[in-house]
Nanobody, 125 residues
């Protein structure tokens, strides 16, 4: 399993970014996948997750602003981020696991067996 994140960068507060996670080495669409982030000096936290059935879950801090989606034609996991805040700054990671986790488990890092290297998102004026 290989996961490669892209799309991070510097954006002003209120702006938008779309992160992508390119995948290989497994049958896309059969894995539970998620986005996590690690703010500087803090623990990694779940941001959004999606299972093969299409169930999703979002962290309270991003509900209504972030949208997780899959592109089955490109074998890519995306995260559309809008109305970004300085608190959204951090390293963002893509994660995948072959088990079909329920909604509660989607944001738990222990549920995932494969991780990407991360892409940095900085929200600052």
């Amino acid at each position: 399993v290989q996961l490669v994140e892209s799309g991070g960068g510097l954006v002003q507060p209120g702006g938008s970014l779309t992160l992508s996670c390119g995948t290989s080495g497994f049958t896309f669409g059969t894995y539970t996948m998620a986005w996590f982030r690690r703010p500087e000096g803090k623990e990694r936290e779940g941001v959004a997750g999606i299972n093969p059935s299409g169930s999703t879950n979002y962290a309270d801090a991003v509900k209504g602003r972030f949208t997780i989606s899959v592109d089955n034609a490109k074998n890519t996991l995306n995260l559309r981020m809008e109305k970004l805040k300085p608190d959204d700054t951090g390293m963002y990671f893509c994660a995948a696991d072959p088990r079909q986790w329920g909604r509660v488990s989607l944001l738990q890092s222990e549920a995932y067996s494969s991780w990407g290297q991360g892409t940095q998102v900085t929200v600052s004026a």
